[in-house]
């Protein structure tokens, strides 16, 4: 294999154009118990501050990446947080004023924005969908009263139903529901039942997570002194299992380890990310991953506000990907999709064949029955999916 830095300069994915932009917006009307997403609570001076800075950093990633007057296309847009739909529509018209004049953006972008049942009206659906936005993806997490207030959620089970209701009577048609398990006290039943609501909405998309105490979180501090019921392990293994079956019966295909959808209603935003193509990423704490380079922006508002405020671009991190790391990226992310990971689009990425990268591992992994291959593709057999994350340990540091 020739030099890391010979082959990061010929890595063709590293030479590909971005064609999709994550914008975070980091406010929320209040914190969730659980929540370690970068996100505050602010009054409308902080957000229109933020709007400015994020209007600045957009005109930066457009002179950094493009030529001067090119209007590149984003094929997916997705607003994520935080609750973008706390920001003002006064706010949300410049960034999307914006985003028009500068890039191409037409009916065929994929354009989501991250919203909580109860944080949004007619009003608000109607400007998104006049802005461009066509998918919605709502934070609804449960269907139990107590389990809500429980995970310190502001919306109610009657804010899911309204909300689901009205973005459909408003006209979208590409709709999300999160759901979460491993709640505190949560139940088996609570679970089939949260399941059973959302699917009986006919949405085309439901992403289910299960719990995880962060640092740092009341959930965390809560945890430590005790004062935390969650379920136990197996319970939760079997929370995990019965939502795949129930989703499965209904319809739904698990076309990655969280993420369920019927046939093309997929994200293709982070299908971008599982494909392990470059993005480009907007906003205090986003991360990007263009031209061989993973950049992770400065989390602090007012840190974002001052680099900004000097024409900086706010970055924290900035790491070249070597092509090896690329490599194993493409694995380690390509395996946690039901498709598993495409030979032709590794080569065409890499240059080099999935087989000459990682043919060992490979062979390793499929003696133990632990992967299975055939012409097109690598990919975890569907009894180990829901364990996927232990075994791509085994491509690091392999190719
Ligand atoms: S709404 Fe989402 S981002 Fe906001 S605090 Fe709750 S979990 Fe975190």
Not at 89 to 118: C, K, M, Y
Not at 287 to 303: C, I, M, P, Q
Not at 341 to 354: E, P
């Amino acid at each position: 294999m020739n030099s890391q830095d010979e082959l990061s300069s010929v890595a063709p994915l590293h030479r590909l154009a971005p064609k999709s932009l994550y914008i975070h917006i980091p406010f929320c009307e209040s914190k969730c118990f659980y929540c370690d997403f970068n996100s505050y609570v602010a009054n409308d001076e902080v957000k229109a501050n933020y709007t400015e800075s994020l209007l600045k950093e957009l005109m930066l990633i457009h002179e950094a990446y493009f030529p001067k007057g090119d209007r590149p296309r984003i094929d997916t847009l997705f607003f994520g947080g935080g609750t973008p739909t706390v920001l003002p529509l006064a706010h949300w018209e410049q960034v999307a004023t914006f985003l028009h004049d500068r890039f191409s953006i037409d009916q065929e972008t994929e354009w989501t924005v991250e919203a909580n049942p109860g944080s949004i009206n007619d009003n608000v659906l109607g400007e998104l969908k006049q802005f461009g936005v066509n998918r919605l993806s709502f934070g609804a997490q449960t269907f139990n009263e107590t389990l809500l207030l429980a995970i310190g959620r502001l919306h109610s089970v009657r804010d899911i139903d309204k909300s689901v209701e009205r973005a459909m009577q408003i006209g979208f048609r590409r709709i999300s529901l999160d759901l979460m398990f491993g709640l505190p006290d949560q139940t088996l039943t609570d679970v089939r039942e949260s399941v059973r609501r959302a699917v009986d909405f006919g949405l085309g998309h439901i992403s289910v997570y299960g719990l995880k105490v962060e640092e740092g979180t009341p959930f965390a501090k809560w945890q430590q002194g005790g004062h935390l019921h969650l379920p136990e392990e197996d319970a939760e293994a079997a929370m995990c299992e019965e939502v795949r079956l129930l989703l499965q019966d209904a319809g739904f295909l698990q076309y990655e380890i969280s993420n369920f959808a019927r046939a093309g209603e997929e994200a293709r935003h982070n299908l971008t990310y599982w494909h392990n193509e470059p993005y480009l990423a907007a906003g205090a704490g986003a991360h990007g991953y263009v031209h061989g380079r993973r950049y992770e922006n400065v989390k602090s508002l007012l840190r974002y506000q001052q680099m900004l405020a000097g024409m900086e671009r706010p970055i924290e991190v900035d790491l070249s990907v070597t092509a090896e790391e690329a490599m194993e990226d493409s694995v380690i992310l390509g395996l946690r999709l039901r498709e598993g990971v495409n030979k032709k689009a590794f080569l065409a990425h890499h240059g080099i064949s999935l087989h000459e990268a990682f043919g060992q591992v490979i062979a390793s992994l499929k003696q133990r029955g632990l992967l299975d291959e055939d012409e097109e593709r690598i990919v975890i057999p569907g009894k180990y999916f829901s364990v996927a994350n232990e075994m791509m340990v085994h491509f690091l540091g392999n190719s």
